[in-house]
């Protein structure tokens, strides 16, 4: 096989998105984990119903030519209020239950938003057409991608920097990170650690809207689409280290590329790769690659 | 069944052995998890591999029934025991399931993958079943064949749990430390009791593979896992015949309702939120609650 660089600045670019999606998502299962101690199995369908919403919002508005970018910012405002209301209604319920119950319940949503979506939107698939703003194309070492694919990237980044931001300025941001350390302690002082909780989770599927917007004109939507990236979000969570959000950022970054250039040698199996590597990183270094040991 | 017509009833005897064998399934992942305490995300590779290693042999050699229904157990042992070697010093629930998961996904690819040996995603078709217990004409035979087996399985798991070994096994789920402290060697039994879970889970495999002739790599996804933990949890993981209660509701629910609506998986989630909020300890828990009344309320509140 000839390996050009083009060819490696392709695949470069493509991993660097993949793991911008990832970054998105999985900061918001770290986060959650991190402060509230739950798995959010779910988590892949809140993204899910995020990439629909934007399908049927972009095909609303197309006459205007910004129904993308309409839904680039109701979607995951949209959807972290949905998960508002899991969290209200549902999570708050089971949070001193053992994990079990906690991965039984966000299990059993999974299967409650997926026929959620096929009652909605039917089990055919779905295609959201590129925002017409961000249709070229840019050439990158002598490779030609989408300008989409830089967009994605660039929209990573953004999210990265404002996420840092709001954990270590804001107050808020200051008692997340405070709860994620001592939970009891944060309700001690006097602060609503419920309302936190809601609020975290607000922000994480917050996070999942967004990612499922952003990679909606990307793929053909289909059912599954929520359980296809979940497990792969759960191996970034762990290699970068539990409850680590930075360690998230660079695992998904590590895995982004693993996964665009594992596809050169395993095609469509080179998730191989990352679960060999999970699998080594709980053996040999179960706090992950830039994290403190959760339990 | 004398009174429905002949295709009903054999179509109700299908789903009976169906359901026995996802019982056998289903109790022997619950002695990792009910009473080992340890949340496997992998067991698919146990059922899977056993299932392959006995469709396997049947297809590619001339070698006996009886051999290849017995390869399922070794190889499902011997896959439980690289596996727990590794994952039974594991602490952590979610690390523990991510562990198993992540070995069962490789052998999920590898299967996948491997397209001169395992036949890839073509799956196995027209594995040779003697005619003694085929299925082609009646299910009659077979049905006999797995009730037996299955019996004589959950006979072996019910002594297994009430031994000394399962009293230790419960003693390290409720409190490693102490079990520690006992001269218990914690690690030890894990890897025992998961290896008795894999070689259960591969006769059923074998069974599974039996009744349906045919194989797809799809019984290694992480779902087929999935599914086995739904039922340990729907029917009660703290009870013995709890799974297999679990086992029953689902296998019924998907065939039932699937035929009348698209929506199923609508139902099992709601059932299952129910389940969590209100009746933690399943659908055996509730019936043990009603009939004896001593059913440890809030035991589950452990973590």
């Given at each position: 096989m000839d390996i050009e660089l083009s060819m490696l600045a392709g695949q470069f670019v493509s991993?660097?998105?993949?793991?911008?999606?990832?970054?998105?998502?999985?900061?918001?299962?770290?986060?959650?984990?991190?402060?509230?101690?739950?798995?959010?199995?779910?988590?892949?369908?809140?993204?899910?119903?995020?990439?629909?919403?934007?399908?049927?919002?972009?095909?609303?508005?197309?006459?205007?030519?910004?129904?993308?970018?309409?839904?680039?910012?109701?979607?995951?405002?949209?959807?972290?209020?949905?998960?508002?209301?899991?969290?209200?209604?549902?999570?708050?319920?089971i949070y001193h239950k053992e994990h079990l119950l906690q991965i039984l319940l966000t299990y059993a949503l999974?299967?409650?938003?997926n026929d959620s979506v096929k009652l909605i939107w039917g089990a055919d698939m779905r295609i959201v057409r590129m925002p017409p703003q961000l249709s070229g194309?840019?050439?990158?070492?002598?490779h030609t991608s989408p300008a989409y694919y830089f967009f994605i990237i660039g929209?990573?980044?953004?999210?990265?920097?404002?996420?840092?931001?709001?954990l270590k300025t804001t107050k808020v941001g200051k008692l997340m990170r405070a709860a994620a350390e001592q939970g009891d302690m944060v309700g001690l002082l006097g602060y609503n650690v419920g309302a936190l909780f809601t609020l975290v989770f607000m922000v994480a599927t917050g996070l999942a809207g967004l990612a499922g917007v952003v990679i909606a004109p990307t793929i053909r939507l289909a059912l599954g689409m929520d359980i296809l990236i979940?497990?792969?979000?759960?191996?970034?969570?762990?290699?970068?280290?539990?409850?680590?959000?930075?360690?998230?950022?660079?695992?998904?970054?590590?895995?982004?590329?693993?996964?665009?250039?594992?596809?050169?040698?395993?095609?469509?199996?080179?998730?191989?790769?990352?679960?060999?590597?999970?699998?080594?990183?709980?053996?040999f270094r179960p706090s992950g690659l830039m994290g403190k040991p959760v339990q | 069944m004398p009174f429905l017509a002949e295709?009903?009833?054999?179509?109700?005897?299908?789903?009976?052995?169906k359901i026995l064998v996802w019982t056998l399934f289903a109790m022997s992942f619950n002695l990792v998890?009910?009473?080992?305490?340890?949340?496997?995300?992998?067991?698919?590779?146990?059922?899977?591999?056993?299932?392959?290693?006995?469709?396997?042999?049947?297809?590619?050699?001339?070698?006996?029934?009886?051999?290849?229904?017995l390869a399922a157990p070794l190889v499902a042992s011997v896959i439980g025991v690289l596996v727990g070697y590794f994952s039974v010093k594991i602490r952590g629930t979610f690390y523990f399931a991510t562990l198993t998961l992540s070995f069962s996904q490789l052998l999920y690819i590898l299967v996948y993958k491997w397209r001169s040996f395992t036949y890839g995603d073509d799956g196995i078709q027209g594995i040779p079943?003697?005619?003694?217990?085929?299925?082609?004409?009646?299910?009659?035979?077979?049905?006999?064949f797995a009730l037996a087996v299955t019996l004589v399985c959950i006979y072996v798991l019910w002594r297994i749990t009430k031994s000394p070994f399962g009293l230790i096994l419960r003693t390290m789920r409720e409190n490693t430390e102490r079990a520690n402290f006992i001269g218990v060697n914690v690690n030890n039994y894990r890897l025992v009791a998961f290896v008795i879970s894999a070689f259960f889970s591969g006769i059923a495999g074998a069974l599974f593979t039996f009744l349906e002739t045919s194989l797809s790599p799809e019984i290694l996804f992480w779902s087929s896992s999935g599914e086995v933990i739904l039922m340990g949890l729907l029917g009660g993981m703290h009870i013995f015949f709890g799974p297999a209660l679990g086992a029953a509701i689902m296998v019924l629910l998907n065939s039932f309702l699937t035929s009348y609506t698209e929506y199923w998986g609508m139902f099992l989630g709601v059932t299952l939120v129910l389940i969590v909020l209100f009746f933690p300890e399943g659908v055996g828990g509730l019936i043990k609650d009603k009939l004896g009344g001593y059913a440890r309320k809030g035991s589950v509140n452990r973590d």
């Open positions: 991993g660097l998105c993949r793991g911008m999606i990832l970054f998105l998502m999985a900061s918001g299962l770290t986060l959650v984990f991190g402060v509230m101690r739950v798995i959010n199995f779910a988590h892949g369908s809140f993204y899910m119903m995020a990439a629909y919403l934007a399908y049927s919002l972009t095909n609303l508005f197309m006459a205007s030519g910004y129904g993308f970018w309409i839904a680039l910012i109701v979607v995951p405002l949209a959807i972290g209020a949905l998960g508002g209301i899991v969290e209200y209604v549902l999570l708050r319920r999974i299967f409650i938003f194309s840019i050439t990158f070492l002598g929209a990573g980044l953004v999210v990265a920097v404002a996420l840092w931001l709001f979940i497990i792969e979000c759960f191996l970034v969570v762990l290699i970068g280290g539990l409850g680590n959000v930075w360690g998230a950022l660079f695992a998904a970054l590590i895995t982004g590329q693993t996964y665009a250039f594992g596809i050169l040698v395993l095609e469509k199996y080179a998730m191989a790769f990352l679960f060999a590597l999970a699998a080594l990183i709980i053996i | 295709s009903v009833s054999q179509y109700y005897l299908y789903l009976i052995i998890l009910g009473y080992g305490g340890m949340m496997s995300f992998g067991h698919a590779a146990f059922f899977g591999s056993g299932a392959y290693a006995c469709g396997l042999l049947l297809v590619k050699t001339s070698c006996p029934t009886v051999l290849a229904f079943v003697p005619e003694l217990i085929s299925t082609l004409q009646s299910y009659v035979n077979y049905y006999f």
